[in-house]
């Protein structure tokens, strides 16, 4: 596709009960990175992966968060046992290498709403 | 560790007007520095941003900024505001030696008055 690819695009959920969430990168992109965006939080960095290397999972806030990234390509945020604090858009992006040398290209995100 | 302050979470100004959004960094190292926009209910994207060379960058839809290195500022101008630049910014920071990974600001949302 064209750009970063995030599905769904609105999800709720009731307490307790797991969630994922998908990430379709631009092809090509060897760095892919998820981050919340809740109100008046602005951006929460989450995971960033970087090719093969081991992804810097330190914005993860619990371990309900976890995520991975199979092939390289799309990315699964998983998060179980979901809280109302959850709550929040999910965006993913994708660049072609490190942040701090190529633009990062943001889906639309997921807004997650857990009743 | 990296952070990025983006002084004023609401600024509005009037059609015509200088747009003026501050944001400060804290880095132990020199750092990579970005301004992405947010309109309402889309993705972010990016507006310009700062890596090595000239300090005033310029970027898309006449916005540019000034890298002062001195005052860990990366302050974003437009010098007449029209009423489609209403959207939320972010300022955001990457680090030289760091896995790469962005650090945002928590947002400015700008509001312009017809």
């Known amino acids: 596709g064209a750009g970063v690819s995030q599905s769904p695009s609105n999800k709720v959920t009731e307490k307790g009960k797991d969630v994922e969430l998908r990430c379709d990168p631009i092809?090509?992109?060897?760095?892919l990175y998820w981050y919340r965006q809740s109100l008046g939080q602005g951006l929460e960095f989450l995971i960033y992966?970087?090719?093969?290397?081991?992804?810097?999972k330190s914005g993860l806030p619990s371990d309900r968060f976890s995520a991975e990234r199979t092939g390289g390509s799309v990315s699964t945020l998983t998060i179980q046992r979901t809280q109302q604090e959850d709550s929040a858009v999910y965006l993913c992006?994708?660049?072609?290498?490190?942040?701090?040398?190529?633009?990062?290209?943001f889906g639309q995100g997921t807004r997650l709403t857990v009743v | 560790a990296q952070s990025v302050t983006q002084l004023g979470s609401h600024v509005s100004v009037s059609e015509g007007a200088l747009v003026l959004l501050r944001c400060n960094y804290s880095?132990?190292?020199?750092?990579?520095l970005f301004w992405y926009v947010q309109y309402p209910n889309q993705g972010l994207q990016l507006l310009l941003k700062y890596t090595t060379g000239a300090t005033l960058v310029k970027g898309i839809n006449g916005f540019e900024a000034e890298f002062k290195k001195s005052e860990t500022s990366f302050h974003l101008t437009k010098p007449s505001a029209h009423m489609s630049d209403a959207a939320e910014y972010f300022c955001?920071?990457?680090?030289?030696?760091?896995?790469?990974?962005?650090?945002f600001g928590k947002g400015t949302k700008l509001s312009v008055k017809p």
């Open positions: 880095s132990s190292v020199p750092p990579y």
């Open positions: 992966f970087q090719g093969n290397s081991a992804p810097d």
């Open positions: 992006a994708s660049s072609l290498g490190r942040a701090k040398n190529t633009e990062a290209f």
């Open positions: 092809s090509g992109h060897t760095a």
């Open positions: 955001a920071v990457s680090e030289e030696g760091s896995q790469g990974n962005l650090i």
